[in-house]
């Protein structure tokens, strides 16, 4: 089970840090990702990070979000939010091993916690 937490309301150029734990299993294999969808709108694949610590981000949070991982939790540290950042963010395991560009967050991945919202506003 995956355990997303650390969404919330946040005005524009804040910042927020989500956490995604993991229950009943080790993050010791497979890649783990972080993903969001806005209403209206497809998942996007945000960041990832392989068990080896590389790590891939998508162009529209690059310079602005960092993930790390630390025991059994991943982090995904975002600064500098934006109004389009606002979304229901996930993160994602049990899909490909290593993150090493940007197929790594269009695999498939079969383990999905339950979501926490991310709202940039003033």
């Known amino acids: 089970q995956l355990v997303e937490s650390g969404g919330g309301l946040v005005q524009p150029g804040g910042s927020l840090r989500l956490s995604c734990a993991a229950s009943?299993?080790?993050?010791?294999?497979?890649?783990i990702g972080w993903f969001r969808q806005a209403p209206g709108k497809e998942r996007e694949g945000v960041s990832c990070?392989?068990?080896?610590?590389n790590t891939y981000y998508a162009d529209s949070v690059q310079g602005r979000f960092t993930i790390s991982r630390d025991n059994n939790t991943v982090y995904l540290q975002m600064n500098s939010l934006k109004p389009e950042d606002t979304a229901v963010y996930y993160c994602?395991?049990?899909?490909?091993?290593?993150?090493?560009?940007?197929?790594?967050?269009?695999?498939?991945?079969?383990?999905w916690g339950q979501g926490t919202q991310v709202t940039v506003s003033s």
């Open positions: 990070i392989s068990v080896d610590g």
């Open positions: 994602a395991t049990d899909g490909p091993v290593w993150c090493s560009g940007s197929y790594s967050l269009r695999a498939h991945y079969n383990s």
């Open positions: 009943g299993f080790t993050f010791d294999y497979y890649a």
